[in-house]
T-cell receptor, first 116, second 110 residues
Framework: DARVTQTPRHKVTEMGQEVTMRCQPI?????VFWYRQTMMQGLELLAY????????DSGMPKDRFSAEMPDATLATLKIQPSEPRDSAVYFC??????????????FGEGSRLTVL | KQEVTQIPAALSVPEGENLVLNCSFT??????LQWFRQDPGKGLTSLLL?????REQTSGRLNASLDKSSGRSTLYIAASQPGDSATYLC?????????FGAGTTVTVRA
């Protein structure tokens, strides 16, 4: 049963601490997305990778957020330092687009982050 | 900037009734439109993907239509069941970027 795997599922941390979230996309999928979901803003695109290359990270606050894909089986999203306003559910999604157009997206179960 | 609107925000129906969920978008230059389902505390599950050249897609009790020129899509769920209770989101794709609506939360009463 192919699925996108995210860790941790839940994280509670204090303001100023570093947070790292990890994602294992579905094997063979060449595109990976990071989304953030809040009640106020809904789903927001933070970053997008195709074939491990970052193509768009315009949705991320650059001073504190960073996203990387060290290999095809791992994507990471790091927040340093974290702030209470970063509290949200962070989703990773992947698809198998043959071109630049997004295909059917498969989402992970999300990482719920609470920053105190 | 693409704006996606879903009306109503919430819907409650008795079991067996057909569901009609609406999605509208402001920029008709889309590549495709997807309908997702989200259960509480879970990720999103893709239900139907409609390419811009298509008018509709069907999967079991689900049928989604797309009218690109008017910027509208409708998701029909036939003979609703309590297990259909969830939030349904539509998303439109312009190239790689998906723009999501806020969702319609559906409750099917037994």
């Amino acid at each position: 049963d192919a699925r996108v795997t995210q860790t941790p599922r839940h994280k509670v941390t204090e303001m100023g601490q570093e947070v790292t979230m990890r994602c294992q996309p579905i094997l063979g999928h060449n595109t990976v997305f990071w989304y953030r979901q809040t009640m106020m803003q809904g789903l927001e695109l933070l970053a997008y990778f195709r074939n491990r290359a970052p193509l768009d990270d315009s949705g991320m606050p650059k001073d504190r957020f960073s996203a990387e894909m060290p290999d095809a089986t791992l994507a990471t999203l790091k927040i340093q330092p974290s702030e209470p306003r970063d509290s949200a559910v962070y989703f990773c999604a992947s698809d198998q687009s043959g071109s630049t157009v997004t295909g059917e997206l498969f989402f992970g179960e999300g990482s719920r982050l609470t920053v105190l | 900037k693409q704006e996606v609107t879903q009306i109503p925000a919430a819907l409650s129906v008795p079991e067996g009734e057909n569901l009609v969920l609406n999605c509208s978008f402001t920029d008709s230059a889309i590549y495709n439109l997807q309908w997702f389902r989200q259960d509480p505390g879970k990720g999103l599950t893709s239900l139907l993907l409609i390419q811009s050249s298509q008018r509709e897609q069907t999967s079991g009790r689900l049928n989604a239509s797309l009218d690109k020129s008017s910027g509208r899509s409708t998701l029909y769920i036939a003979a609703s069941q309590p297990g259909d209770s969830a939030t349904y989101l539509c998303a439109v794709s312009d190239d790689y970027k998906l723009s999501f609506g806020a969702g319609t939360t559906v409750t099917v009463r037994a």
